[in-house]
């Protein structure tokens, strides 16, 4: 029986991770040797390879003991007090910041410098701790409220006016759903202010990504346990087909998974590399 094998197209890295890439391809073929501020994307696989090419990830506190070194800073954005150690350490920047993302931070920006913090609140929907939501915080000096869930929403003092933003990589129909809950329960005389600023790129994978795992009967999600959105897209798979397995990589494909299916998609997290994507691909070939 011959089984089809597709590797969904619309998978893989988003343009903010293949422009950190190639720039830290560009920087190592060069010097042969660049730091990077936290793993330049969260696939262990990926940061691995070019950590054989010369990339060093470090954290904030070994980048305060560094000097005269270029750093690369990741998709995700920085916090301005970043650049500050930087400036202090003679660190040459190589920014890779999603322009998305950098457009975002100066909004906040823009908004915390003209408005009172006393009467105001500044709202990111998003996950707390991720890299791009410090960054984000970091744009008001950390007095900006993290809203993972409606549920932190019982904090807030309605009666003041808030600004909501949005981590560039949530759920736009969640985010919706904030935006109606804050609306509801805002005082008269406070005003409510919110802006958009979902990647489209991203959130139209969710539709896209059910849409192919509808088309299969088994699915092979492939991405890194630490990836936010390799969980959500994963989520997104398993709501219209119950036979998708998330997977970390080629290894975790057995002969029992797929010996009954005839249709067998692959697809990844935006963090995912295609080149993982194709080996997966290639093992099932192999096991067939």
């Given at each position: 029986?011959?089984?089809k ?19 830290a391809e ?10 990077c ?5 969260h696939?262990?696989?990926e940061v691995?390879r070019l950590?054989?090419k010369?990339?060093i ?14 750093l690369l800073?990741?998709?995700?954005g920085?916090?301005p ?7 202090e350490?003679?660190?040459?920047i190589?920014d890779?910041?999603c322009?998305?993302v950098?457009k975002?931070q100066?909004k ?10 006393s ?8 996950k ?8 984000l915080?970091?744009q008001?000096n950390?007095?900006a409220?993290v809203?993972e ?12 006016d ?9 759920s ?6 904030v935006i ?11 005003k409510?202010t ?8 991203v959130?139209n ?11 299969h009967d ?5 991405s ?20 998708t ?9 057995h002969i029992?998974?797929i ?5 067998i ?7 995912t ?7 997966v ?6 096991l067939?």
């Amino acid at each position: 029986m011959d089984v089809k094998i597709e590797i969904d197209k619309g998978s893989g890295f988003c343009f903010g991770v293949v422009k950190a890439i190639n720039k830290a391809e560009e920087e190592l073929s060069k010097d042969g040797i660049l730091y990077c501020l936290g793993d330049i994307v969260h696939n262990s696989n990926e940061v691995d390879r070019l950590g054989s090419k010369g990339l060093i990830t470090i954290d904030r506190e070994k980048m305060k003991s560094l000097n005269n070194v270029k750093l690369l800073l990741r998709a995700h954005g920085e916090p301005p007090q970043t650049y500050e150690i930087a400036k202090e350490n003679n660190i040459e920047i190589i920014d890779a910041t999603c322009p998305v993302v950098i457009k975002l931070q100066q909004k906040i920006k823009k908004v915390f410098d003209l408005t009172d913090s006393s009467s105001t609140i500044i709202i990111i929907f998003g996950k707390n701790g991720h890299a791009e939501v410090n960054g984000l915080v970091g744009q008001t000096n950390g007095t900006a409220i993290v809203v993972e869930t409606e549920d932190d929403l019982h904090n807030i003092d309605f009666s003041k006016d808030i600004y909501l933003f949005s981590q560039t990589t949530k759920s736009l129909d969640h985010f919706k759903s904030v935006i109606d809950i804050i609306k509801n329960r805002m005082e008269p005389t406070a005003k409510f202010t919110y802006f958009d600023t979902i990647c489209r790129l991203v959130a139209n994978r969710m539709s896209a990504i059910r849409d192919f795992a509808t088309s299969h009967d088994i699915v092979f999600f492939v991405s890194d346990k630490k990836s936010s959105n390799g969980k959500v897209l994963f989520n997104e798979c398993l709501s219209v087909n119950k036979s998708t397995f998330f997977i970390n990589d080629k290894t975790d494909v057995h002969i029992s998974m797929i010996k009954n299916a005839s249709s067998i998609g692959i697809c990844g997290a935006t963090s995912t590399p295609k080149w993982q994507m194709e080996e997966v691909a290639s093992q099932i070939k192999n096991l067939l």
